[in-house]
């Protein structure tokens, strides 16, 4: 008999849509560390040592340390919390203008449920130039919203906090006509200081960043009611797909 | 933080809107409301405040100015009215602050109070958000603090020695027992307010036994007081010890709201306690907060906003700002010079190394009364750039299009097992210690799990992959598993070979499990990529409970086609049919043998024997109605 076709896995589908529709916006696709050290996820991201902020974060932390190259002190590693750590590494070596996303692995320390995996999958943008504002990123995120979902969308900003950008905004997505909306996802403006210590102008240069999570996405397309599913190794769940 | 409504009506001359109307408000302005639930005559808001907003809005006083500034409704504020007793509080104590992690410290005697039962409007108020009542002493600086977002305290005079207080770091470990009854040992670097004996109060966490205000108190000391938010952090982490207070001071109260606090304590324990409120209150303030100014422009908002707000309506905002939260304003040419409230730390330079104090954050202070979702969309002008290919990106998905071509499906496995290169300081349990140094352990346990289940796929091989980060002493690289369990005589180990060759990949392969290293792996461009595999499909219950396989073959006339079969049985058998399967078909003497594979399964019970048996006959009965049809 012939060869049947096997399956991608639901959150593959979604990358591979993510691929499609921000190649299609402009914008380069970068990837980075699971590992990461305290600075790039933290403290390069104005989240300091003993600052409150961390709370938003719980923290797999490693046994291991590693040296510091300039420093030569051992650093605290982490499993990154978010794919931020990424608009670092990225703006260490890049010069605005650019427009990049980062789909990646994410961790949290935390019991696990329907809604909550201490692993899961996160997409992080940042656009960064000379005039690029909010009301811009509420033009590109309805766009790609609009196309993953493959419906006429509304979204609206309302104010959040996320220590590196400023300001910082929660985005609600719905159909329009429908009277709930759903919080989908955080954004803002970069915050200056992190532009600065990457020695890029902030009175030049500023820009959105942007992170969404790809399970909550897939979840929310497909009707999946748990995180759990996606890490279970079960076809049950992608033969389906 | 847990608003009750009628609370935070008593700070209004005006009626405040309902409900439902300032839970939209304040989320859409100021921070999100979790949720808004009836209880009894009041509604409770429950709020997030997260850490930018901490400074001033963790108390009904902050959330009034808030919501008032935001409906425009007349306040109601606290006037600080009681009578002050002309001794002096340094008669009867001394304060000595010997640490710099205390920004601001304020003492106050009151002498012959009365402690009995709170007044029922002050029980109400602390029932309305879960808190308990003790006696009015001891609610009303629980009440304080509720109201002010300022912790604040109160000791038992006379079980101070000497009267005298010290506020200092921990030297050597010392235990204290907290009001709870709770014994700590507190270590070097630990704030406490002490005597000259013995530690009084974790500085900032919690009040201690020896000082406590019980009924036959009859002297007390107020007090105020305002530390470094991180040593409060560490300290509260240490200990384990988490309180409304620590929540509080560790993200920042600033030390001017100290007073404001003391004022309102003192008026409501002179009030509600009948005690003698001495004029003076010791107050150690070595660093007042500075004066500090944000110049903004309208266009430095509209530049970042991408909105066209002009003067005037920057004016309105402004204005409402100085009403209602004490920011002052005055043009100056084009741009506006505004002073930033003493207690918005958020808007004010941080000494720690954190930043805070930019144009920005008055920008989205502005902004969020503006309101974000007035921003309108608007696509990026003159936006020059040329995106790479991710050349690594090209080939992992590229080599996902190849193997599910080839039959494979795809799989995603824990990062965290028992064994591996790398540990974690916190695991989340012992069976999760490590990263994965293989993707082995993973891919066997879903073959394993896919093997049991390969009926409902209508497989006879489980083919799967996953694609994922390995970890080692040193790296994390991306690795390709491919693991199988073939049947009908086919070798797992020659055809898993064949797939690696085809790849041009070298890897291992053990125990059906074939791994290779793919981190230096790259294609060239997208182009080729399906961009196609979602269906619209909706995700499916998967069942609990076991599933039934039944066969069954039958000869038909040879003008019938296995689909027409199918759908027979398919119509028959309904909802617990959860595959099906040609597995045989030839033709003899001008009739055709078609032999199916069945799946049973429910979603709601464990199908037994019998009701397989009793379905299959449903099905053999409607089948051999058709004339020429038999079942063998």
């Known amino acids: ?241 | 933080m847990r608003i009750s409504y009628n609370w935070l009506q008593d700070y209004f001359a005006d009626k405040l809107p309902s409900p439902e109307e300032l839970k939209e408000k304040l989320s859409l302005h100021a921070f999100e409301i979790e949720s808004l639930e009836k209880k009894g005559k009041d509604y409770i808001l429950e709020a997030d405040i997260l850490p930018n907003r901490a400074h001033d809005s963790l108390g009904y006083i902050g959330l009034a100015r808030e919501a008032g500034l935001l409906f425009e409704k007349k306040l109601k504020l606290p006037e600080y009215k009681y009578e002050k007793n002309s001794e002096k509080s340094s008669d009867y104590i001394s304060l000595d602050v010997r640490t710099s992690l205390v920004r601001r410290a304020m003492k106050r005697v009151v002498l012959n109070v009365s402690v009995r039962e709170s007044p029922e409007w002050l029980k109400e108020r602390l029932f309305s958000i879960g808190q308990r009542a003790i006696n009015n002493v001891v609610d009303i600086t629980n009440f304080v603090m509720w109201e002010t977002g300022q912790p604040v305290h109160a000791f038992d005079f006379d079980k101070i020695t000497r009267g005298q207080i010290i506020i200092r770091e921990v030297s050597d470990a010392e235990k204290i027992t907290t009001l709870d009854g709770e014994e700590y040992v507190l270590k070097k670097g630990m704030l406490v307010i002490s005597d000259p004996q013995k530690a009084l109060d974790i500085a900032g966490i919690k009040g201690g036994a020896s000082s406590r205000i019980d009924e036959k108190t009859k002297n007390i000391v107020l007090s105020v007081c305002s530390f470094e938010p991180a040593g409060i952090r560490k300290t509260s982490a240490a200990l384990g010890l988490k309180t409304d207070a620590s929540y509080r001071f560790e993200r920042d109260i600033s030390p001017e709201k100290t007073k404001e606090a003391m004022e309102r304590l003192s008026e409501l324990i002179a009030k509600n306690a009948s005690g003698r409120v001495l004029s003076e209150t010791i107050d150690v303030y070595p660093e007042p907060v500075p004066d500090f100014e944000i110049d903004i422009e309208a266009r430095n908002l509209n530049k970042i906003l991408g909105t066209s707000i002009a003067d005037s309506e920057l004016e309105k905002i402004l204005s409402s700002l100085k009403k209602y939260s004490g920011f002052d304003w005055q043009r100056k040419g084009n741009s506006y010079s505004v002073g930033i409230p003493k207690e918005r730390l958020d808007l004010l330079p941080s000494k720690e190394k954190f930043a805070s104090g930019n144009k920005e954050d008055l920008v989205e202070e502005i902004g969020r009364i503006y309101g974000f979702y007035k921003i309108k969309s608007e696509e990026p002008k003159n936006f020059n750039f040329k995106p790479k290919v991710n050349t690594e990106v090209a080939f992992t998905e590229s080599l996902k299009d190849f193997l599910v071509s080839r039959g494979f499906s795809e799989v995603m496995t824990y990062s965290f097992t028992e064994r591996g290169q790398i540990e974690l300081k916190n695991p989340l349990s012992s069976d999760k210690k490590y990263l994965r140094a293989s993707l082995f352990d993973g891919l066997l346990k879903s073959l394993e799990l896919n093997k049991r289940n390969a009926p409902l796929f209508g497989l006879d091989d489980i083919k799967i992959f996953e694609i994922g980060k390995v970890f080692g002493e040193d790296s994390e690289d991306l690795s390709l598993g491919l693991a199988v369990s073939l049947k009908n005589g086919k070798e797992n180990k020659k055809y898993l070979q064949e797939i690696l060759d085809e790849l041009n990949l070298k890897g291992e392969i053990k125990d059906n499990v074939a791994l290779a290293g793919i981190g230096k792996m790259n294609a060239p461009s997208y182009e080729g990529l399906k961009f196609d595999i979602g269906g619209n499909n909706k995700f499916k219950r998967i069942s609990q409970y076991p599933f039934v396989l039944r066969d069954i073959s039958l000869w038909t006339p040879s003008l019938v086609s296995s689909s027409e079969v199918r759908k027979l049985i398919e119509d028959k058998a309904g909802e617990l049919l959860a595959d099906i399967r040609l597995f045989d078909e030839y033709k003899k003497d001008g009739r055709v043998s078609y032999a199916f594979k069945l799946v049973f399964q429910s979603k709601e019970k464990t199908l037994s024997d019998e009701e397989a048996g009793k379905i299959m006959t449903e099905i053999e009965e409607k089948l051999t109605e058709n004339k020429g049809w038999e079942v063998r």
């Open chain 1, 1 to 241: 008999m012939e060869e049947k076709r096997g399956h991608y896995h639901p959150l593959s589908i979604v990358g591979r849509d993510i691929i499609r529709i921000w190649s299609a916006l402009g914008f380069e696709i970068a990837t980075g560390p699971e590992i990461e050290t305290e600075h790039y996820n933290f403290d390069a991201l104005n989240i300091p040592d003993n600052h409150p902020a961390r709370d938003l974060w719980d923290t797999f932390w490693l046994k291991s340390k590693i040296k510091n190259q300039k420093t030569k002190i051992g650093e605290n590693l982490l499993l990154r919390t978010h794919t931020s750590p990424m608009q670092v590494r990225y703006m260490e070596n890049n010069k605005p203008p650019f427009a990049i996303i980062v789909p990646g692995k994410t961790f949290r320390y935390e019991a696990t449920d329907a809604t909550h995996e201490a692993q899961f999958h996160q997409l992080e943008g940042l656009m960064v130039g000379e005039n690029i504002n909010l009301s811009n990123f509420k033009a590109i995120i309805l766009k790609f919203f609009e196309e993953f979902f493959g419906e006429k969308k509304e979204i609206r900003l309302r104010p959040s906090y996320f220590p590196f950008v400023e300001p910082g905004v929660e985005v609600d997505l719905r159909n329009p006509g429908e009277k709930k909306w759903l919080e989908i996802m955080g954004a803002g403006m970069v915050h200056p200081k992190v532009l600065e210590d990457l020695g890029i102008n902030h009175n030049k240069f500023q820009g959105f960043a942007f992170g969404m999570g790809l399970d909550r996405l897939a979840m929310i397309k497909y009707g999946i009611p748990d995180i759990r599913l996606f890490y279970s190794g079960d076809l049950r769940l992608v033969d389906q797909f």
